[in-house]
T-cell receptor, first 118, second 110 residues
Framework: EAGVAQSPRYKIIEKRQSVAFWCNPISGHATLYWYQQILGQGPKLLIQFQNNGVVDDSQLPKDRFSAERLKGVDSTLKIQPAKLEDSAVYLC????????????????FGPGTRLTVL | GQNIDQPTEMTATEGAIVQINCTYQTSGFNGLFWYQQHAGEAPTFLSYNVLDGLEEKGRFSSFLSRSKGYSYLLLKELQMKDSASYLCAVEGNAGNMLTFGGGTRLMVKP
């Protein structure tokens, strides 16, 4: 079974530029997550999708960050314009069960995109 | 909201046993995950606890006390490859949204 795919793996941009990250979840996984992980910290959830609908985006800085999952499979996360504090690893994860079920549900993570904003 | 605390760093010797603690204060609780993350890599699943008690899986065990808001990850017969960050994550009531602690960086020395 192929894992969660992300691209690019690394990206360096200057502040105020725009950047986009792509994620392809494990086949059949309905739920997709984007996390931001700043060096030395744990991952912080930015947005959670169930199929192509948003379940939670309460921690997404909506003035500059946007995400979509148009066909309920692949997803893109965009930052426009980027700030220095956006330097982090952006992790995508997927899981197979409906979030409304209170059942153990492991999240599978992709390799991440390391963003450096200069 | 959620507040999850773990030690920032720990050091242990190859072959020894180490216990990594995690305390949490949350508005909702469905279960608790432990993930391992090697430097520059994605987190990988280690364990999940929903009921009080100890879950054993090979060299790794995880314990949960819901009444105390406390969990620990126990690593036995430490190997050099166990040097990594260990992330405690609470699954809140809202579906399976995870809130992660800051992670504990474990260094295993010969």
């Amino acid at each position: 079974e192929a894992g969660v795919a992300q691209s690019p793996r690394y990206k360096i941009i200057e502040k105020r530029q725009s950047v986009a990250f792509w994620c392809n979840p494990i086949s059949g996984h309905a739920t997709l997550y984007w996390y931001q992980q700043i060096l030395g910290q744990g991952p912080k959830l930015l947005i959670q999708f169930q199929n192509n609908g948003v379940v939670d985006d309460s921690q997404l800085p909506k003035d500059r960050f946007s995400a979509e999952r148009l066909k309920g499979v692949d997803s893109t996360l965009k930052i426009q314009p980027a700030k220095l504090e956006d330097s982090a690893v952006y992790l995508c994860a997927s899981s197979s069960l409906d979030p409304g079920l209170a059942v153990y549900n492991e999240q599978f993570f992709g390799p991440g995109t390391r963003l450096t904003v200069l | 909201g959620q507040n999850i605390d773990q030690p920032t760093e720990m050091t242990a010797t190859e072959g020894a046993i180490v216990q990594i603690n995690c305390t949490y204060q949350t508005s909702g609780f469905n279960g608790l995950f432990w993930y391992q993350q090697h430097a520059g890599e994605a987190p990988t699943f280690l364990s999940y606890n929903v009921l009080d008690g100890l879950e054993e899986k090979g060299r790794f065990s995880s314990f949960l006390s819901r009444s105390k808001g406390y969990s620990y990850l126990l690593l036995k017969e430490l190997q050099m490859k166990d040097s990594a960050s260990y992330l405690c994550a609470v699954e809140g009531n809202a579906g399976n949204m995870l809130t992660f602690g800051g992670g504990t960086r474990l260094m295993v020395k010969p």
